[in-house]
């Protein structure tokens, strides 16, 4: 009999655009930034762009040549590695690698199967750092995973940053509304790494811009700090498609593109070779309730679109994640956030920013949903990456020692079969589950998060750097 070595492959990298697409929205984009411009609500920003070859009117939009913007945009790396506080956790982002998982950002309110819904307090944003440290496939601890309403608004970038630099050892983001704050950001991160000149990759921020065609001056400022430092910034354009942008995918797309462009180049013209990662984290508006509909086919195309509109640009991408307009964790939420988790997945995203735990449009985030997006992940990757099929793996020898109509159950080889066993999610027969108290995925995603955070143990830090980010946030509060 022949050999057989056909081998599975894992899934290709899906393009929904074609090459005229792509073309289309990259022209359009140049139109919008040398006819119609971007509003840069910050003056040291207007001034980058008249000394490179732009110009500002007098209400600060400004237009640049499109051969300037690709040759700044061309300065960026493909790819880059964010170094963590352990060695082990270093990730690069972009080029061939795995995508970085990040968790939620920005949710003023927690859902939890016990408390219902509430406002985050400091003690929710210290229980997702630690689900975020603990679990496998968030390998970016990340920034503002909820926003706890218990602290002083003047100080909380402090106390975020603080827990996120101590509760985990993996890669961090920071703080980036405005250059006060991203420049606390650069000192409170230096000690942590012990680096204080921040000589390698160590914080990455994100910046969003304010669609249609703005960018403001906390956002610019935080812009050029980060970029000032040779640090990654994460440049978003989100573009509510029907609201913020026109209600044709196409036409957002080109818009947020153009923005996108432009907060790049700026970066570029500070500090020629910044790392950055193109984003799109686009959605729609749903007509009939005018709100925000994230856990949508629309952004699971968007998504999409920044993976390939970033591959356009020679530039990791941003995009997706595991996103819920659901008000609970429920069938919703799973679905929705493994629509748009699944389109992350498989158009060579290279950066997942709200990977996992959000629900209601961003505005809230709960711990078990985070631990059972999480679960999403780890099957999505199985699924991504695949099996081997060869004639090593089909093993006709097997077969063929099994009579007809028997089984393989006590085959002790059959230990070694791939077989994708969940963390989290009840496989039992229905009696086992009636008799177990037939939870549903909302409990059982409460018990991984007591199994998780009852086994987490704190990173090390030595006593001198943990004392000087102590220091420093006491000094510097208000």
Not at 22 to 32: F, G, H, K, L, Q
Not at 45 to 55: H, I, K
Not at 208 to 230: F, K, Q, S, W
Not at 258 to 276: R, S
Request: some cysteine; overall charge negative; glycine content about 8%.
């Amino acid at each position: 009999m022949a050999d057989f070595n056909t081998a599975s492959t894992a899934v290709p990298t899906l393009e929904w655009l074609d090459s005229d697409g792509v073309d289309a929205v990259n022209d359009a984009s140049m139109r919008i930034i040398e006819e119609l411009g971007i509003q840069l609500g910050h003056e040291p920003a207007r001034a980058l762009v008249s000394a490179n070859g732009g110009t500002v009117d007098e209400d600060g939009v400004a237009t640049l040549p499109r051969e300037v913007v690709v040759d700044a945009v061309d300065r960026a790396p493909s790819s880059f590695t964010l170094h963590a506080r352990n060695p082990d956790h270093d990730v690069t982002v972009g080029g061939d690698s795995p995508p970085v998982r990040a968790p939620s950002y920005g949710p003023s309110t927690v859902r939890t199967f016990d408390d219902g819904r509430r406002d985050a307090t400091l003690a929710d944003y210290e229980t997702l750092v630690k689900l975020a440290h603990a679990e496998d496939v968030i390998t970016c601890s990340g920034y503002n995973l909820c926003e706890p309403t218990d602290v002083d608004q003047r100080d909380r970038h402090l106390r975020m940053l603080e827990r996120s630099l101590t509760l985990s050892d993996k890669p961090v983001m920071g703080p980036t509304h405005g250059r006060e704050r991203a420049e606390a950001c650069m000192d409170m991160v230096g000690i942590a790494m012990d680096d204080p000149d921040l000589s390698r990759p160590l914080v990455a921020g994100l910046i969003n811009t304010v669609p249609p065609r703005r960018i403001d001056a906390e956002m610019l400022g935080g812009l050029l700090t980060y970029a000032e430092h040779g640090q990654p910034l994460v440049v978003s354009s989100f573009t509510m498609a029907g609201a913020s942008g026109p209600p044709s995918l196409g036409a957002s797309l080109a818009q947020a593109n153009a923005e996108n462009l432009v907060a790049i180049a700026l970066a570029q013209f500070v500090n020629p070779g910044t790392p950055v990662v193109y984003g799109v984290p686009s959605a729609m508006v749903d007509d009939r309730y005018g709100s925000l509909s994230i856990g949508s086919p629309e952004s699971a195309l968007f998504a999409a679109f920044a993976g390939q509109m970033a591959r356009r640009y020679g530039l990791p991408s941003r995009g997706g994640g595991s996103l819920s307009d659901a008000k609970t964790v429920d069938y919703q939420s799973g679905f929705e956030s493994t629509l748009v988790g699944a389109a992350t997945a498989f158009s060579g995203v290279d950066f997942a920013l709200n990977a996992a735990g959000v629900l209601e449009s961003y505005s809230a985030v709960s711990p078990e949903k985070f631990v059972l997006d999480c679960e999403a992940l780890r099957s999505l990757d199985y699924l991504r990456t695949g099996v081997p099929v060869d004639s090593e793996t089909i093993s006709l020898e097997r077969i063929a020692d099994t009579d007809p109509a028997g089984h393989f159950l006590d085959d002790a080889r059959s230990a070694g079969r791939p077989s994708y066993q969940s963390a989290v999610l009840d496989k039992q027969s229905h009696d086992a589950w009636a008799d177990d108290g037939e939870r549903s995925a909302f409990e059982l995603g409460r018990e991984r998060v007591r199994c998780l955070l009852e086994d987490y143990e704190a990173p090390p830090m030595d006593d001198r750097t943990a004392r000087a980010i102590e220091e420093y946030v006491v000094d510097h509060a208000a």
